[in-house]
């Protein structure tokens, strides 16, 4: 199976600051995702990209930028956290299939 | 309306019951994938099914595009398989997912 990693794995930030989510991905797949997924409820998707340079907007972009600088690698950020952005976050990569990251809870207090 | 859905909301089962949980989509899905999320979050992708009927270990899936639905199967349930099962699909071939809100398992001892 795919091995995806995210980092942090916990994160509490105050309104106003900015925030980085990593993720590593060592399988070569072209395409990652980042998801957040709120209490009771399924995954909804933020930005995806297609590799290396690329990020494209999910159904839920607002309030988030992303940055694929390789194809290992891609980021969410977090310019100006808000409280309403305080969920648990999941990157995956994959094509026909997807694997997930463990995700990251990021609390904005 | 919501793309797709998933029943029941929860289940609760008695160890070694089977259990029959249900995914219905809105539009033809180019994929169909489903996933086990345990209890702690971790996301794990079960079948990647976009047609007819699949096999691991005591869980089935079997999926009928033409009539925008999916079943998953688990036979002879066991504690361990507790948690928030999720079906999600792609619409569009562009690998996007769209999730369904999930059914919450809970097998008793």
């Known amino acids: 199976e795919a091995a995806v990693t995210q980092s942090p794995r916990n994160k509490v930030a105050v309104t106003g600051g900015k925030v980085t989510l990593s993720c590593n991905q060592t399988?070569?797949?072209?395409?990652m995702y980042w998801y957040r997924q709120d209490t009771g409820h399924g995954l909804r998707l933020i930005h995806y990209?297609?590799?290396?340079?690329?990020?494209e907007k999910g159904d839920i972009p607002d309030g988030y930028k992303a940055s694929r600088p390789s194809q290992e690698n891609f980021s969410l950020i977090l310019e100006l956290a808000t409280p309403s952005q305080t969920s648990v976050y999941f990157c995956?990569?994959?094509?026909?299939?997807?694997?997930f990251g463990p995700g990251t809870r990021l609390t904005v207090l | 309306g919501q793309q797709v859905q998933q029943s029941p909301a929860s289940l609760v089962l008695q160890e070694g019951e089977n259990a029959e949980l249900q995914c219905n989509f809105s539009?033809?899905?180019?994929?169909l994938q489903w996933f086990y999320q345990h209890p702690g979050g971790r996301l794990v992708s079960l079948f990647y099914?976009?047609?007819?009927?699949k096999h691991t270990g005591r869980l089935t899936s079997t999926t009928v595009t033409n009539e925008r639905r999916s079943s998953l199967h688990i036979s002879s349930s066991q504690t361990t398989d507790s948690g928030t099962y999720f079906c999600?699909?792609?619409?569009?071939?562009?690998?996007?997912?769209?999730w369904g809100s999930g059914t919450k398992l809970i097998i008793k001892p």
């Open positions: 999600a699909i792609d619409m569009d071939s562009n690998y996007q997912l769209i």
């Open positions: 539009s033809t899905a180019t994929r």
């Open positions: 099914n976009p047609s007819g009927t």
């Open positions: 399988n070569n797949h072209n395409n």
């Open positions: 990209s297609y590799g290396a340079g690329s990020t």
């Open positions: 995956a990569s994959g094509g026909y299939e997807q694997y």
